[in-house]
Each structure stands twice: as C-alpha cells, then as structure tokens.
C-alpha cells in the first residue's frame, strides 16, 4: 500500500484537486491522508465531503512539517509520498513508481520529473536529478528535489523521525539529507510525475527568497548539517562534501546580494571560504576571476550590469 499524505494550510482553492489526483491513482492500493493544519477557510468543508474515502486529520496550526507528521504517524502504507495540498500527480504516476521502488527494496528512494504549471498554462519541465559519481550527501547539496517528486519507503523515512518541525523551511532538503546520511540512495524515475502549481500566497515559502523570515536561516541550517555529517565523517569530510557545501552556501550569498542583504551575504561567502577556500566559488571561470578581484559584493553588481548591457545589446529572440 502507498499512503500519500496531504498537508493543508488555507490551501481550499487547489485541495479538491489535490485530492482527487491521488484518489484518481489506478493500479495500486493507497491510502490519501488529509492533514488540516488549523485553517480559516473553507477546507475543512472540501475534506469532510470526500466521507471515508480519505483519512483526515484536524489540528491547530503547527506549520507543515508537522502536518507530515501527523500523517505519518498514522500512515498504513509500506511507501509514503507528501503531496502539497495545491500540487497535483499526475495520472498514474504511482504505479509506475511503485514497481520500481519494490524492484529496488530497502534502502531506496525514488524520485520522477516534475512539470510547472501558472493558472493551468503548463511552463517549464522540472527534470533536474542528481549528479551521478557523488557520495549521496554531496549529490543533494544544492540539488533540491521537490517533495511531491519523491516515493520513500516507510521504513526509511520513519527510521529518522520524519519531517524537523522546528525548521520553517527546507524541510524536505533536511529529510532527503538525513535519509542519505542513512544510507539512502535516491534513483531517478524519468517520467513526470507531478504538476508543481505556481501562485502567489502568503502562506507560500518558497516566495520569498533567500531573505524570507530570517537571512540567517541557512546558517542555522548548515550548523545542524555540519554537526550531523561530524558524526558520520568524524575524521574527514568527503571533498565533495565540503565543496559542494561551500559552493551551496556562495550561491546563497549570491541570493542574498540581489536581494539588497550585503551585510548578511558575507556571512555565507566568509562560512564558504572556511569550508573550501579553493573550490568555494561556482560558475564559469570569468565569474571567479572577477570574484577574487572585485570581491563577491562587487562582482554581483559586475554580473547584474553585464546581462542589463547584454539585454540592451542582443535582440531579444
């Protein structure tokens, strides 16, 4: 059996569909466990009309990671996937999965493309997957899989507490990089498997930013990974590790200086040039030469005036 869990926060607009698209699933046997995290809104009036054809769940408010949670503690199926209430799957996308995960047993995580979608007009494919030739941990650095993408096996996912209800946001990257530190190896299944819904809500986290609630997120963040991969590499990191980790946190300095936050990015180029002072810079060679001589405030500023002239310059297609 797959249970598919379904968090939802004043989510009533997009839950119907939510919900019926892994009530739709054929071929398999599922479970479609609705966790309501204290709404507002009309919700409540969308789960109670689906009658014993879901399991739902009522809570006050606790943010999504423990809404995850609560349907995991309740959760029949050997495999679980979390679909965001305003997200939907694609037909048949479980059963597919569902063949592969059983072929490849314990210890296994399947992960499908995803297909972005604005007011119904379908936008870009979403067929990122992890570098191959890299120790797990290095590979999802930097490498953020959609949760809806992902098919894990109970065990797994039980065996490390679920979802961190203290984090506010990135709770999937920590799941996926707790599962790695685990032994889980994450395989790609090359089909769509997931419509990810673009709007605005001010409910949505990954709107906004770098910055969101608190620029110094990440940090905080990294210091619980860092403790975490100190214990399973308590004499070394892999340099991937430490590479990609570094790399990851430059990006999110870079972030940080679009959004007018200099003062909070140095924090991130400083923790990265700690971390791997020679392979802390990502992208092509101009950028990290123009970095090591204008520094990495400056050099954003360089980046932003080239694309404007390159704008202003090449035809736009």
């Known amino acids: 059996m797959i249970s598919v869990i379904i968090p939802n926060y004043n989510g009533a607009k997009f839950l119907r569909e939510a919900i019926d698209s892994a009530l739709d699933q054929q071929g398999v046997e599922l479970e479609v466990i609705v966790v309501d995290d204290g709404s507002t809104d009309t919700s409540r009036d969308v789960i109670e009309s689906y009658g014993d054809r879901i399991r739902p769940i009522f809570q006050d408010n606790q943010g999504a990671p423990a809404a995850r949670n609560a349907g995991l503690a309740i959760a029949r199926g050997e495999s679980v996937l979390f679909l965001d209430s305003d997200d939907l799957l ?29 007011q119904e007009v379908l936008l870009l494919h979403d067929r990122s997957y992890l570098p191959p030739g890299l120790v ?110 570094a790399q990851r946190l430059w990006e999110i300095g870079r972030g940080l200086v679009r959004e007018g936050a200099s003062i909070k990015a140095k924090l991130y180029f400083d923790k990265a040039s700690e971390l791997s002072p020679r392979y802390c810079i990502p992208g092509p060679l101009i950028y990290r030469a123009i970095t090591r001589f204008l520094g990495p405030v400056r050099a954003e500023d360089w980046v932003a005036c080239f694309s404007w002239l390159r704008g202003k310059i090449l035809p736009s297609s």
């Not at 059983?102 to 995580?109: F, H, I, P, S, V």
């Not at 946001?169 to 190896?185: I, K, S």
């Open 136 to 245: 797990p941990t290095a590979a999802l650095i930097g490498q953020n899989i959609l949760t809806g993408r992902v098919l894990h096996q109970m065990s797994n996912v039980r065996s490390v507490g679920g979802f961190d209800i203290s984090l506010p946001r990135g709770q999937e990257f920590d799941l996926h990089f707790r599962l790695a530190l685990q032994g889980v190896t994450f395989v790609h299944f090359p089909a769509d498997v997931l419509y990810y819904r673009i709007h605005a809500s001010e409910y949505r986290i990954s709107s906004k930013g770098f910055s969101g609630n608190d620029p110094n997120y990440f940090l905080q963040l990294n210091a619980k990974h860092t403790e975490l991969l100190n214990q399973s590499y308590p004499e070394m990191w892999p340099d991937q590790v430490k590479t990609r980790m």
């Open 90 to 118: 694609y037909p048949d996308a479980l059963q597919g999965m569902s063949l592969e995960l059983d072929q490849l047993g314990e210890g296994y995580a399947l992960y499908g493309d995803a297909r972005w979608m604005q």
